[in-house]
């Protein structure tokens, strides 16, 4: 079936690239000096020196962590779908499948501007006083209620398009 509307959003802001560079490459170069200093040129490195299995441990593990995060952001992933019966949530690599919401459990969709970290404690997979979040950059989305009363947010760089969709798909369902 062809979805109604479809985005999908990655982490691309370049402040948190921008970020990611500023903290963890001195840090991981550090470690990288320190066994250079203490392996290549036999100096202890440090006050307080590790000995060499444990300092290469530290900085490989250090490494790897480095990479996991960056890879993380880099493939992670906000997929939305709007169908005629549906709205499908899929934030990868956590959702193994999509996080269905059946359109007749929507009784309000409105786009609307909001503050990632005043709501909802930054970007991602989040849950605040106002509910869930799924969102992944900017300031938009959409705020759906549902039957329950639950409230779930989807960020958007398209939330007007979004909400038409929404819209649409519950007339059609009605």
Not at 18 to 34: E, N
Not at 55 to 67: F, I, K, Q, R
Not at 80 to 102: C, G, L, N, Y
Request: positive net charge; aromatic residues 10%; charged residues 20%.
């Amino acid at each position: 079936m062809v979805p109604l509307f479809r985005e999908q959003q990655q982490f691309r802001q370049p402040w948190l690239w921008l970020l990611f560079a500023c903290i963890s490459t001195p840090i991981v170069a550090l470690l990288g000096y320190g066994v250079y200093q203490q392996l290549v040129l036999g100096k202890p490195f440090g006050d307080n020196p590790m000995n060499d299995t444990m300092l290469v441990l530290v900085s490989a593990g250090m490494l790897l962590l480095h990479t996991t995060v960056i890879a993380l952001f880099w493939f992670a992933r906000l997929d939305v779908d709007v169908t005629r019966e549906s709205i499908e949530i899929q934030f990868r690599p956590f959702h193994r499948a999509p996080r269905k919401i059946a359109m007749h459990q929507i009784t309000d969709a409105r786009a609307r501007k909001y503050s990632a970290i005043g709501e909802y404690g930054g970007w991602g997979i989040r849950v605040g006083l106002q509910g869930r979040a799924y969102n992944v950059a900017g300031d938009e989305g959409v705020q759906l209620t549902l039957a329950d009363g639950k409230r779930i947010l989807i960020g958007s760089q398209r939330s007007r398009e979004l909400e038409e969709a929404i819209r649409q798909a519950r007339t059609m369902a009605a």
